[in-house]
């Protein structure tokens, strides 16, 4: 199996378990070895007293990001931490997209970095740090 056809069949090992993405509506836009670029839309149900994107799902759209980059290569990986800036407000009906990359990946820890666009300006840079738990994806 290439590079990238494991990659594949690691993201669709976990889009199978991952409620939490799909209950977002979060689509898979693509998937590489140490990348993944995740999208979503600003529903109503999104949006916060300011009326502008609340920042966990702005953050939660970041976080799966980084989880199908770190979990390309079958070693199951979790986070071990995360942060995230945010630069300007999402909007209702905005769409998101979440690009992250592979920084550097040594031993069982893994860096990620992760830009979150609206409407092609970006909005928010996560950090994520991977840590391996010994543990395969695909069985």
Not at 103 to 111: A, D, E, K, L, Y
Not at 127 to 132: A, E, K
Request: charged content about 20%; some cysteine.
């Amino acid at each position: 199996m290439s590079p990238q056809e494991l990659a594949l069949a690691c993201a669709a090992a976990m889009w199978a378990e991952d409620r939490a993405s799909q209950g977002l509506g979060v689509e898979i836009a693509s998937i590489a070895p140490g990348a993944a670029e995740l999208a979503m839309n600003v529903r109503e149900d999104m949006v916060n007293g300011h009326g502008t994107a609340h920042g966990g799902f702005i953050f939660a759209l970041a976080d799966s990001a980084f989880a199908f980059a770190a979990n390309t290569r079958d070693e199951r990986c979790v986070a071990g931490q995360c942060h995230i800036a945010y630069l300007r407000p999402a909007r209702l009906g905005d769409r998101l997209m979440a690009r992250a990359s592979e920084v550097r990946r040594v031993g069982r820890s893994g860096i990620y970095d992760v830009s979150v666009s609206a409407n092609g300006e970006v909005i928010a840079e996560f950090r994520g740090h991977s840590r391996t738990v010994g543990q395969k994806l695909l069985t």
